[in-house]
Every structure is written in C-alpha cells, then in structure tokens.
C-alpha cells in the first residue's frame, strides 16, 4: 500500500466526486457510446467536460492525445483514464469497464441470433440494408478523419503512400503504422512545421480534476518504477496467462489458441482506432483463417455500428464465429460464447495494462515534439488505411465477385463490373447522400436501411 495512501484518499474525497455518483454517469456514458470513437468522444466531452464540470477542456484533449499514441481503443482508453485519475484504479476499471459491457452484452446477444437465423430471409434482408449503410459511415469517417489530418501535402503524401502500400502491395498494417511514427518523429524533432501538433486551444471552466491537481499530484498519478513493475507483472499476467493455458492445453492449430494470439497480437498493434485496424483484421480473419466471410465481416460491423461501445467490439463477433464454425467437442453455441468472450478479454485486457502502467509516466511527456509529430504521421497514415477499407467493404458489398492481381508485387482484388449488385449500390448512395447532405443522425440511417432492404426482400428484389 502507498505510504501516502491516506493523503490520496483525502484528495478523492475532496474533490467531491463519489464513487456511487461516478459510476452512474460512467453507466450513462456507456449506454449513450453510439457512433464509434468520434461520437463516444463527443458523448464523453458533452457529459464530463460540459455538463458536470469533472475535467477541463484542454485537460481532456490533452488526455486523449496521449490515449491515441497507444494501441487500442482511444474512446475505451480515455475513459479508464479519467476514471483513473479521480478514484485511482477501482476509478479506471469502473469507467473503462462500464465502458464496454453494454457492447459484450448487445453483441454476444446479436451473435447467437445471427448464428442460428442469419440465413433466414428476413434477417438476411436486415442485414443487406445495413451493410450499405454500414459503407456510407465509413466513408463519412475517412471524410472526418482526412480534413483533421491531412493539414498539408506531406501528410497528403503519407495517407497516399500508405492506401498505395496496403492497397495495391498488400504490405503489413504495423509496418506502415511503424514506419509513418518513425517518419513523424524524426520530421518533428528536425523541426519541420508539417509534423507539429495541432492546437487544440483552452478551456475556462474550472473543472473538479484540474482543482484537485492543482492542489497537489495525487501519489498514483506520480511516477514510480516500483509501482509501474507491480502493476505491469499484474496486468500482463491477467492478459497472457489464459493465452499461454490455452496454447499448452491445446496447441497452436487450434481455433482458440489462434484467436487468442492474434487478437493479441492486435491490441499490439491497434494505433488510430478502430477503422484503422479492421481492413487488417478483416482481410485476415477472411482470407486467412477463413473463419467468417467477407460478407459476414459486413455484418459483423453492422452490429458493432447499432449497439453501443467501441467499434472494435465487432471482434467479439469475429471471435463467436470462428469457434462457432470449430467447436471440437463442444457444442457450437457454447464454443461461439468462448470464443467471443476470448477475443475480448485479450482485446482489452492490455487497455488497462496500458493506462495504469503508463499514465503516471505519460503524464510528464507534455509537451514532447517528438511524439506529437509520431502522433500526426500516424494518423495521416491512418487516413489511407481507412481509404484501403472503404474500397474493401465497397468492393463486397456493391459486387457479387472480384478476381484477384497478383503479379509484378500487386495483390489485390479488381471488381468484376458485370456482377454489380445495383440494389446495394442504391441503397448505400441513399445513406451517404442522408449522411452527407442532409446530416441525418447515424442510427436514423441505419434504421432506415435495414427497414429499406426487409422492403426489398418483400418485393423480391433482393
């Protein structure tokens, strides 16, 4: 226990925000993180920030740059970190906890469903309309993302670079996460303004965690080696210790064993969100392992897109399927439950070991130039990623086939334009121009679209 775990305690409750009364609007943060990071984001700003004054606007802004310089979920992220510095980790767990469950719940619930009824009709038809919707969001999120990133031709030049490198050469998603971190910060640290951070300006409220700070650096907000081993041994054995039971009791060709390494290889390596890191865990997941299909993947997204939490929890969905489709001797429901549960453990078990071993360290990084301009590469280079799994996605939801080009280093899939799919072509122009032109909300479009494909399935045109 800290030695001045006392004067901790006096800090949490000075600053008079309860443990009870956290929880409940954690729990309303939850259930309102629709609309992937940006909107989850923009949900927790409203409540913490306007509403009940808990943390300040430059304060927050500045906790979610330090979440996007890690792998994994910055929403999910951000939230463990500002339960963290309130009440410690209980505080971190609560938040970044509550945070996710309603999507495990909604997920796992929409995932029995779709295993046993995805290949009646109607749920068929739900699912068509959803994935043209599905497509336009993804679309307006490479539009959002580009206009923040993309400040000038450099940046320009990395998101191209990187849509060409995993677009048309199929080269690994880190390698071009790692190589567009390693540009920006050597162009940050020889001072070239195009891999500066970009202003986020300040906030003049007076905020509850900024009052406590000011009064004084909580202990578990410092930094200590001591502490950081402890808590990182914890964290790391509470995420690789089930892994490594799993590879010993069943060995590497098994379907848990390969779902548990590769999403954890994926908390790894998920740097700028969710989209980013999807066209690489779908194209795996489909042509890989072939564990579900790329029309399935849709589907899968579609889910993750209408329930609340993070987007990424479309990996629980990937995970029921695989185990579903290889039970061994277990029945098929009962191996789609683990498996689900198994990709999200290791998905989000590493968030935690993330935030509770380095926030305290993170926390004296303000200000570093060489991590902004890492920062600013890397969602530059995002942007292009995104742009790889809008095409992906379009190329399988608005062609029934594609032929793949692999020669002269090429590898990738080329439509066949005599299979075009014009009810699903139609479909996903209607939610973009509802999306784009008349700013519609996104559950309304998805809404709209699972009704407009059950309306296609009835009249026979689907």
Known sequence: MDATAGGTRKADAGHGIRFGEAFRVWLRVAMLSFGGPAGQIAVMHRILVEEKHWISESRFLHALNYCMLLPGPEAQQLATYIGWLMHRTAGGLMAGGLFILPGIIAIMGLSYIYAAYGNVSFVEALFFGLKAAVLAIVVEALVRIGKRALRSQVMVALAAIAFVAIFFFNVPFPIIIIAAGVIGYIGAKSGRPEFAAAGHGTGGKTAVIDSMLGDGVPEHVRPDAMRALRVGAFWLAMWLVPVAAILIAFGEANTFSQIALFFSKMAMVTFGGAY???????????????????????????????????????????????????????????????????????????????????????????????????????????????????????????????????????SFDMPIWSSIDWAALVLAVAAATAIFRFNVGMLTVLAGSCAAGVLLRLVGLI
């Not at 990709?343 to 200000?367: D, K, N, Q, Y």
């Open 276 to 410: 980013a890191v999807l066209a690489y865990v779908a194209q795996t997941a489909v042509e890989h392992y072939h564990w579900l299909s790329a029309r399935e993947m849709l589907d899968g997204l579609g889910m993750a897109e209408t329930t609340p939490g993070p987007l990424i929890m479309v990996l629980q969905f990937v995970g029921f399927m695989a185990a579903f489709r290889d039970p061994g001797s277990l029945s098929p429901m009962l191996a789609g439950t683990l498996g689900g549960l198994l990709a999200t453990w290791v998905t989000f078990a590493p968030c935690f070991l993330w935030i509770f071993l380095g926030a305290p360290f993170i926390e004296t990084l303000r200000g570093n130039k060489g991590l902004a301009g890492a920062l600013s590469a890397i969602t530059a280079a995002v942007v292009g990623v995104i742009l790889n799994l809008s095409i992906w996605f379009a190329l399988h939801t608005i062609f029934r086939q594609t032929t793949p080009v692999r020669s002269f280093g090429l």
